[in-house]
């Protein structure tokens, strides 16, 4: 069965665990000594039933009511599973926010419909990261709407307000679905509410498996393989690594990057077995025809023919979560290289849309700027090839951003 | 219980693996005999052409059950391994965290210091547990084998490379992805030779194994991985439900963890 990963976003009690642990129940995916546990545990604190505790295990998550880091839940659905990742919603938990979305292929948001609640700023700063590490279907989840009396007018209120920043951003319109719901009570998640008959579409699992469900063509695209390194073995060393895109044959003529290695390949093997050639998404040991003299691991393999550039100067968008400038390093690939920023072309907060000079630019800010390296990498652009336009940069042993090329 | 696509996990597991071999300068894996960590070297054998090329740690405490024992004996010459046994004492009385909690961290700690391994590959998966799912691909552990849980590093997309505190080691956890079934089903392809006393004898077997003081079978007619297989189909049980030390007191697996449990 496939499984299909979703990442959940939205600001803290927006209600990201309890819709979790309702899921789970209806769907029966949740054993009966959680559900004994979430119970007892409710009782204990002297609460009602908060199927939240389904999921957050941690101690501290289950007396304060929060979730810490991220966390994985699934749910069969239909012919697939569906892998919900749990993220932190609190400010100072982003990084961890961030881990989890890393992994989603469709992202569902969170926004509690309370009065005193709604579209926070945390709510589209988790919609900026989550575009910007190339989730591109969203379905928004209305949540809390037992709390406003299942009001249509609510719904339609927090609905328009968000739609022009997603689509700003870059969500395309037929690629977003709101669904209003009550995690607490169960509403709309898997059977149509009889409190909301002003609702037409999907419950909100059938919109999420919808969007999860559908295959999207991958495109025929140059060689491009990640290499780990090499390993001995009885017919002498082997390069290691993943094919990340395109197909590698025996016999081609290939180059490796950074140090512009070429060679032939001589022997592919996949899962031990030898083949004639390995596609996208395989780990292969490759027997290269000449005898390696360089250092392989953080290198980019591609068809002599149809190399990527070299560059040491990136053009790049960066989500800020620490301080920005002077000596820092960036993880490209298992590379560690250092670099500094050049120029800061401009720095925005996503939150607000507000715009910001380089000196002003805090944490959780965005910025576009000109980033040096100390030396030439085989960068291309993200929207190109995803796993060579996409980095972490450090500051020490601090993690300050993540950005992607443009 | 969700059964996934079998040839996705294998190529992560052995990205992971591969990945921690060639990152760490000197690695090895904890081996307990169970499905989960045999299956762990399967895998390793795949990624390095036939070859485990780490050691691989037993943490004996002695009584373990003498079908481990065997079992251990026949696969290490089979596949060649380079074990290393190290030996933690116990006290007839003592069980649970006493004991996972203390006495196999303590040994597992000597035998690191004595090697100087600076990573180990522990083949835990996320549906064990709740506090497993928390776990990372690699997840650092200080000098003092603490686990910070809630300041862990970032791990962005499945580059597992993020800067990690180098005084203590690394924990690798190359089956995350795996659940329960998923074992059973590489098991039955790949034919990974099990211990048999996941197999039903007089209406019993153990679904998890540990040591003789802790695990205790479940009621159950399968005898054998086809058998298994579809009792994990339609149980709502959980895998754990053998093992004492879980039922302790609420968080147990926290407090184990945090105090260096696998």
Known sequence: MEVKNISLLGHKDHGKSTLIGSLLMQTGAATKVRIKEAEEYSTKLGKPFEPAFILDSFTEEREQEMTYDTTRAEIKYKDIALSLIDVPGHEELIKNMISGASYGEVALLLVSANKDEGIRDQTKRHLFISRMLGIDKLVVAVNKMDTVSYDEKRFDEIRDGLSGFIEKIGFRRSDVRYVPISAYNGENLVERSRFMKWYRAKPLIDEVYDFASRNEKQMESALRMIVQGVIPSESGELVVGRIISGRLHVSEAVKALPAGFSSKISEITVKGKRVRSAKMGENVAVKLAKSIKIEMRGSIISSAADAPKLTDSVKSKIFVTGRIGGRMSIKFNGSDIPCRAVKVLYGINPATGEEKSAKEVKPLDAVEAELLLSRKLPVERYKDTKELGRFVLYSGKEFVGIGTVV | ?262
């Open chain 2, 1 to 262: 219980m969700i059964k996934q696509e079998l040839p996705e996990l294998e190529e992560k597991s052995i990205y992971v693996i591969r990945e921690a071999k060639l990152k760490f300068k000197k690695i090895a894996a904890l081996w307990s005999m169970g499905k989960d960590s045999t299956t762990m070297l399967a895998l390793t054998r795949k990624a390095f052409l036939g070859k485990v090329p780490f050691p691989v740690i037993h943490i004996d405490n002695s009584i373990d059950f003498p079908e481990t024992y065997q079992f251990r004996q026949e696969l290490a010459d089979k596949w060649n391994l380079d074990l290393i046994v190290a030996k933690s004492e116990i006290k007839p009385d003592m069980v649970g965290s006493a004991c996972c909690g203390k006495n196999k961290p303590e040994a597992l700690k000597k035998v690191m210091a004595e090697y100087g391994f600076d990573a180990l590959i522990v083949s835990i998966r996320r549906d064990e547990h709740g506090v497993r799912a928390k776990e990372r691909y690699m997840s650092p552990r200080d000098k003092n084998w603490k686990w910070d849980y809630k300041n862990q590093v970032a791990e962005l997309w499945d580059d597992y490379t993020s800067k990690l505190d180098t005084k203590g080691h690394v924990r690798v956890h190359p089956l995350l992805d795996w659940n329960e079934i998923d074992i059973w089903r590489y098991v039955r392809q790949e034919r990974v030779p099990v211990n048999p006393l996941y197999f039903s004898r007089n209406g019993y077997r153990y679904r998890s194994l540990g040591c003789t003081h802790c695990t205790v079978p479940l009621k159950s007619n399968a005898k054998s991985v086809d058998d298994i297989i579809k009792e994990l189909e339609v149980t709502k049980d959980e895998e754990r439900g053998g093992r004492s030390m879980d039922k302790e007191r609420e968080y147990a697996m926290l407090r184990l963890r945090a105090l260096g449990y696998m």
